[in-house]
């Protein structure tokens, strides 16, 4: 990736994107759904955007699916 | 959401009975409580030693805060115990406040290190933050320039202070949560309309397309 497609990247914004508040609140519904490769992005495009979008709460969806991928439940 | 909501009791035993002994009294919530925040602690060195990479912190420091993370998600969990709506298997639930402790943890400890610099503004470091290569630097100094124009003119004090330690000082979200004494959601929207706004000055003026792309 170079300079102008890192800059455009980080200066895009989603409308859709629900915010850091809502995305926790719903990140196991999400991760679950995700997890079992049912089509989330489609159902909670709102939560898609904003998980591409803000690092930390990506980091906690990662984290997420790796610990229910290393914990059979 | 409605049809994804699934009553706990459909989740099969484990999530159903989770809630009810945490819930309860006596031994039987002792042995959940300590149940639980066994697998916690491992969840949380799972996740801290997936971060380590990312992270300045040696081997006890790593399990110290996967410890402290597991305990304060422990508490989290019990207090919240009431918001559990069997959307989830219970350990998916409880396994979140694993990860937003591991991660304040970890904003915290930033916020402790002697090299983060929260307000200096270090521009000659933008375009390095953005992958800029030097060698090309006639074709994006103007791009840059304008950029900085934006920040200056555009943005509220606010705005520009987040800007400035989140891109420019490369400082972490989560450490500048504790720093300005808030939280994820508002510094997060607070760069968003930051961006917005930028992004708008630079279609404005040319160096960006409307639809996002760069104007040659």
Known sequence: MNGWSALDRFLRTDPRDVGCAQAMEMLHIYAEMAAVGAPVEERYPGAAAHLRACGPCGEDFEGLLTAMRGKAH | ?216
Not at chain 2, 132 to 154: K, N, Y
């Open chain 2, 1 to 216: 959401m409605r049809e994804h909501v699934t009553a706990a009791a459909e989740l099969g035993g484990e999530s159903a009975e989770w809630p009810r002994a945490l819930a309860g009294t006596g031994p039987r919530r002792e042995e959940a409580l300590a149940r639980l925040h066994e697998l916690l602690v491992r969840i949380a060195r799972g996740e801290v030693a997936r971060r380590s990479p990312r992270l300045q912190l040696t081997g006890p420091e790593l399990d110290d805060l996967a410890y402290q993370a597991a305990a304060d998600a422990l508490v989290a969990i019990t207090s919240k115990l009431g918001q559990f709506r069997g959307e989830s298997r219970f350990t998916t639930w409880a396994y979140k406040f694993v990860m937003f402790e591991v991660s304040a943890k970890v904003g915290r400890h930033f916020w402790r290190h002697p090299g983060v610099r929260l307000d200096a503004e270090e521009w000659e470091r933008l375009p390095d933050r953005f992958g800029f290569d030097p060698a090309q630097e006639a074709e994006w100094r103007d791009l840059l320039a304008a950029l900085r124009r934006a920040v200056d003119e555009e943005l509220t004090a606010r705005q520009r202070r987040v800007f400035v330690a989140i891109v420019l000082n490369a400082v972490p979200l989560d450490t500048l949560v504790i720093e300005l004494g808030t939280n994820r959601n508002a510094i997060y929207k607070t760069l968003f309309d930051a961006r917005r706004k930028l992004r708008a000055a630079l279609a404005a003026n040319g160096y960006v397309g409307d639809d996002g792309g760069r104007r040659s």
